[in-house]
C-alpha cells in the first residue's frame, strides 16, 4: 500500500469516528494514555505567543465564552465559511472583535506533529484559556477534557444568543441562567476583562449617545471619561483599542477595583457596578482577590461543561470539518497525478 492510499484510508477512517458527548463523559487527564504531553504542547505555544504578542492570549481566552455559549463548547466558531455555510466568525460580536484565531491554528499543529487525530479543537479552546490566565498571574486549575468538535456552525445561533457591549446587567443575567450560570458566574467571568483589550466601537455609544439622550454616560468617572474621549473621539477608526482594565496584561481583580469607582471600559461591565443585584460581588471581587480566582475557575469550568450533544469528530485542521479536509486532499491528489 503507497503512503498516499494509506493517508486516504486514515483519513477516510477519521470521517467515520463521529459521537456524541455528554458533559459527564469530560474528565481531568483525558489525554494521559493517547497524548500525555498534550497540555505541556498547548502551555508551551501559549508562553510563547505570550512573549510575542501579550493581547494574543488574552484574545484566546475569552473564545470559550464564544464557543461554548453557542450550541455548547465544540470549536464551531473556529469554523471558516463554507459556500453552504455561513459560520460564526462573522457574527455580530465576533467580526472585527475575536481575533488570534492563528493561534489555535498554532496549536493544532503542534499537537497533530505528536499525536495525529487525537486532541479536539474543542478542548485545546478549554486548555488555552486555561492557559492564558495562568501565564498572566490568574489561578490554575485542572481543565476537564474529552470534548468532540462539531459538524458545522451557524451564524445565525451566535447572532441570537451572544449579547453585545451595550447588554446591561439584567439581559446578562437572563442570558446565563439559561445556561445554569449563577449571578456570581455571571460577574466572575466578567473578570475576563482583566487582560486585554477593547475596540472604540464598543463605547462610542457610551461616550456620545447613552441611551439615546445625546449625552456620555453619567456613570464614566469624570477624568477616566476624558481619557475616553481623546482615545476615541467622534471621528476616530472604531477599531481603534484602549485597555479593558488598568493593568491590561495581569490577571487580577484590578477590573473590579476600577467598576468600583467608575473606569470600566464597557457598558456592559460597568453596568455590574450600577446593578444592585450583581453590586456586591463586584465589591467582594474588587476586595478579595482570591475570592475573585475561586469564583473564576467554579465559572469556566461550569461554562466549560456546556454540550450540545450533538454529533462530533477530532478535526485534523480546526477551520474546516475533515470530510473538507479529505475532499480537499483528495483534488490535490488527482492534481498531482495529472500534471
Partial sequence: ???????????????????????????????????????????DVMKKALAREPRSVASV???????????????????????????????????????????????????????PGVVSCADIIIMASRDAVALTGGPNWEVRLGRLDSLSACQEDSNNIMPSPRANAS???????????????????????SIGKGRCFSIMFRLYNQSGSGKPDPAIEPKFREELYKLCPPNVDQNVTGNLDSTPRVFDN??????????????????????????????????????????????????????????????????????????????TENNDKSI
Avoid at 486516504?8 to 459521537?19: A, D, E, G, P, Y
Avoid at 455580530?92 to 499537537?111: F, Q, T
Avoid at 453596568?271 to 478579595?288: A, G, I, K, N
Wanted: proline share 3%; hydrophobic share 40%; aromatic share 10%.
Fill in 171 to 193: 439581559s446578562l443575567i437572563d442570558l446565563f441562567q439559561k445556561f445554569n450560570l449563577s449571578v456570581k458566574d455571571l460577574v466572575a467571568l466578567s473578570g475576563s476583562h
Fill in 1 to 43: 500500500m503507497t503512503m498516499t492510499m494509506m493517508m486516504s484510508l486514515f483519513v477516510i477512517l477519521l470521517l467515520l469516528r463521529t459521537t456524541s458527548v455528554a458533559s459527564s463523559d469530560l474528565r481531568p487527564g483525558f489525554y494521559s494514555n493517547t497524548c500525555p504531553e498534550a497540555e505541556l504542547i498547548v502551555r
Fill in 254 to 331: 484590578q477590573y473590579f477595583k476600577d467598576l468600583v469607582v467608575g473606569r470600566g471600559f464597557l457598558n456592559s461591565d460597568q453596568t455590574l457596578f450600577t446593578f444592585p443585584q450583581t453590586r456586591e460581588f463586584v465589591r467582594l471581587y474588587s476586595r478579595h482577590q482570591s475570592e475573585f480566582f475561586e469564583a473564576f475557575v467554579e465559572g469556566m469550568l461550569k461554562m466549560g461543561d456546556l454540550q450540545s450533544g450533538r454529533p462530533g469528530e477530532i478535526r485534523r485542521n480546526c477551520r474546516m470539518v475533515n470530510a473538507l479536509l479529505f475532499e480537499s486532499h483528495h483534488k
Fill in 61 to 115: 481566552m475569552r473564545f470559550q465564552f464564544h464557543d461554548c455559549f453557542v450550541n455548547g463548547c465544540d470549536a464551531s466558531m473556529l469554523l471558516d465559511d463554507t459556500p453552504t455555510m455561513l459560520g460564526e466568525k462573522l457574527a455580530l460580536s465576533n467580526i472585527n472583535s475575536l481575533r488570534s484565531y492563528e493561534l489555535i491554528d498554532e496549536v493544532k499543529e503542534a499537537l497533530e506533529k505528536t499525536c
